[in-house]
């Protein structure tokens, strides 16, 4: 397996546009998480599913972030608009059964907003 | 409110030597705890965990200790290698069924050859 494959690497976009990023995870497992990068803050979680179903989205930082899983092997995250403060890396992850079990991540997506 | 806190940012250890990296945490109820490793440019990659229950987890180079009362818990690695210059991450999990791990800052260490 390829592992956790995450698009675009880097993006650049203007303040007030809308970003998507990409997510496909590997392939049986039935966790996934969305982690944001920061120097402050380290990695944060924004929201986790399973089979498919947001299961806690209290890390989404306000309602200009969504993220959906319309099937087990896509996810996204959108911003919407897009702000200098979401300059950050965005890390997708998956996972395969319960809790105490290690999550596997993606090479990140980059986002700068200027 | 950091809840999982790795208070050195850095860490330089000469090859050879035992590097340790450390990690608080508030919560009395986090009863899993992980470390990962990331490399510039990469995603985190999973080195090593502990249960509660336990109060030491090794795993040829890799050791964790975990001291509950102090909420303390420490990765040694020894001996360093130049390879394992990386950033490193400890992550706690709340119980009750809930997969929610809280990462700390990082704790970049840089082995010199």
């Known amino acids: 397996d390829a592992g956790v494959i995450q698009s675009p690497r880097h993006e650049v976009t203007e303040m007030g546009q809308e970003v998507t990023l990409r997510c496909k995870p590997i392939s049986g497992h039935d966790y996934l998480f969305w982690y944001r990068q920061t120097m402050m803050r380290g990695l944060e979680l924004l929201i986790y599913?399973?089979?498919?179903?947001?299961?806690?989205d209290s890390g989404m930082p306000e309602d200009r972030f969504s993220a959906k899983m319309p099937n087990a092997s896509f996810s996204t995250l959108k911003i919407q608009p897009s702000e200098p403060r979401d300059s950050a890396v965005y890390f997708c992850a998956s996972s395969f059964g319960g809790r105490n079990t290690e999550a596997f991540f993606g090479q990140g997506t980059r986002l700068t907003v200027v | 409110d950091q809840q999982v806190k790795q208070n050195s940012p850095s860490l330089s250890v000469q090859e050879g030597r035992i590097s340790i990296l450390n990690c608080d945490y508030t919560?009395?109820?986090?009863?899993?705890f992980l470390w990962y490793k990331k490399y510039p440019a990469e995603g985190p990659t999973f080195l090593i965990s502990?249960?509660?229950?336990?109060d030491k987890n090794e795993d040829g180079r890799f050791t964790v200790f975990l001291n509950k009362s102090a909420k303390h818990l420490s990765l040694h690695i020894v001996p360093s290698q130049p390879g394992d210059s990386a950033v490193y991450f400890c992550?706690?999990?709340?119980?009750?069924?809930?997969?929610?791990?809280?990462f700390g800052t990082g704790t970049r260490l840089k082995v010199l050859a």
């Open positions: 992550a706690a999990n709340l119980g009750s069924g809930t997969y929610k791990y809280i």
């Open positions: 599913f399973n089979n498919n179903v947001p299961i806690d």
């Open positions: 919560n009395s109820m986090f009863d899993y």
């Open positions: 502990i249960s509660s229950i336990k």
